[in-house]
């Protein structure tokens, strides 16, 4: 019998809501709880409880528990990197959740921390940072790279040979063109075209 590793999710707001049922799709861990410092312990975030706060990582850590960080990322990426560095500081493990209705090539790399939402696609020799949001219905074609800590909004698109910087936000239904370079921590608003 395969014994699957327990999860924490770190951060226990909408974003969280939808990892809840990727990582339930997934079926690769058994949540734990979820740490959030606004909410109280025992409070039920569909059908999962609040287990502590930021303050409880290093006793969780020892428990051998997976972590991933289910603070959304709308602009910013300050607060996601924040607890990025609490959990490296406390040596915890770090999960990547891919949605088995998501597409990932198998030559394509995803970095720890990274949630792969619902009917996404990841193509050929893409590769993927670290602490990343790729949402629902976004798409990264064929060796473009995505830096650490970006968030690729829902049914955005990102075409072959791209490279986004680090921090950087992509709006819903964002497109960049293919071979373009994206500077680190720029926004890109929703629905534009990037060429």
Do not use: W
């Not at 990426?77 to 609490?86: C, M, T």
């Not at 619902?118 to 949402?135: L, S």
């Amino acid at each position: 019998m395969i014994v699957k590793p327990e999860i924490v999710l770190v951060g226990g707001g909408g974003h969280c809501h939808s990892v809840l049922d990727v990582i339930e799709q997934e079926n690769m861990f058994i949540i734990k709880g979820i740490i959030d410092n606004n909410l109280p312990i025992n409070h039920n975030i569909l059908d999962y409880k609040i287990i502590g706060a930021d303050k409880d990582i290093p006793h969780l850590a020892k428990d051998q528990v997976y972590f991933l960080i289910t603070v959304g990322q709308i602009k910013s990426y300050s607060v996601r990197l924040k607890l990025a560095k609490l959990l490296e500081k406390h040596e915890c493990k770090i999960a990547s959740v891919i949605s088995p209705r998501a597409y990932v090539s198998r030559h394509a790399r995803i970095g720890e921390g990274t949630v792969v939402m619902h009917n996404a696609f990841v193509n050929a020799n893409a590769q993927i940072g670290k602490h990343c949001i790729i949402n629902t219905n976004a798409g990264i074609e064929h060796d473009s790279i995505i830096g650490n800590f970006c968030h690729v909004s829902t049914g955005s698109i990102v075409n072959g040979d791209c490279t986004v910087g680090d921090g950087c936000f992509l709006g819903s239904h964002s497109t960049i063109s293919n071979g373009m370079k994206i500077i680190e921590n720029s926004v890109i608003g929703a629905g534009k075209f990037f060429k």
